[in-house]
DNA sequence: GTCGTTGCAAAACGTTTGCACACCG
DNA sequence: CGGTGTGCAAACGTTTTGCAACGAC
């Protein structure tokens, strides 16, 4: 573990949920000559031996987390804003994929992608004008 | 609806699931001087007027297809099989996110990610190598 | 003439690669 | 020494932008 690493991991720690770049720019902030490669890398080595995941979000870069961080994510189509509710809500579809054709499935991987409750109401008759996907 | 418009809806229904990349190659060739420009305005036209659609598939270029194409995408994390599915098997979630949060699901819009039924037989003890997500 | 559409070149974005140097055993 | 990790620059794949030219009304 070189100081590199631990400042990334601490970065991704703190963040919470963040693009290699927000990622690369917390960690400049109290080490400005690492490279945005070695948060690359670093990320690639932490996602293989388990102490980071990440999550396509729909649109851009993904976001990486600790793994323990599980969460299903919600994207809106219109606004692009993120919700996080419980894996447990597709637990049943789970069972049922792994069941049917026998896939099994990583709920926290990607977010779903729909209309969040805000922009369903303002969806009165204006089409989207904006698809961050 | 331009020649360049009508080849690219040609192109979306003949190809079924393609990226931009693939959409241009078969529109340029019946009309080599079409430029790719022209393929990415014209699939986000399209979209936004509800002629297609686009799915994220995980890794790299989204895919465009009909709009009437409509299924639930799983990717394999470690070998990237694309399987396609009933969009009825997220009903039940579909329903019970848009009781619990307000969130209207678009079930069809990204993949789901997790491990298929060969890779997880093959990953007994033997990490995942390649992550295509 | 005005407007929308196109082609082309260049930029932008996120990511990966090649390579040389530094460090640690 | 040898091997690993790093920084830098350059390449890469995908997408967007600026701009000039074209065509239809």
Redesign the pocket.
Known sequence: M????QLVLDAVRELGHA???QICGQVQSS?P??????I???L?LMERIGLVRHTHLGH???TYSELEHQHVHLVCHTCGAVTETSPGLLDGLAERLRGDIGFDLDATHVALSGLCSSCRDAYVDRPAVTDQQ
């Open positions: 070189t100081p590199q690493r693009t290699p770049e080490a000559a690492v490279n945005i490669t070695t690359y890398r670093t690639d851009g870069a993904p």
